[in-house]
């Protein structure tokens, strides 16, 4: 087995790692896995959500924003 290490982790952070793998009885190694699994996954589900779900925002929204931003921009002092 090598022996591997992550900078920069304090010890409250790994003590709850540790705990954390107790508790459930599984090793650090296996949760570090699991965690990483889940965090891809729900990263990749998180974005999914935003680019290829309904329209987040309705035409009037949209509208009102591009709005709001125009006229911002054209005040003293935001463009030169």
């Known amino acids: ?7 920069g982790i304090d ?4 003590n709850t790692f540790k705990a954390t793998a ?6 650090m190694s296996m949760l570090l896995k ?6 891809n996954k729900n990263s990749k589900t ?3 959500n935003i680019l290829n779900d309904d329209e987040n ?3 009037k929204e949209a509208n009102d924003i ?3 931003t125009s006229n911002i921009r054209k005040e003293k002092g935001f463009r030169i």
């Open 1 to 7: 087995m090598e022996i591997k290490s992550i900078k």
């Open 11 to 14: 010890s409250q952070t790994w």
């Open 22 to 27: 107790i508790k459930n009885n599984i090793r």
């Open 34 to 39: 699991l965690m990483l699994s889940e965090f």
């Open 46 to 48: 998180f974005w999914d």
């Open 57 to 59: 925002l309705t035409e």
């Open 66 to 68: 591009e709005k709001i």
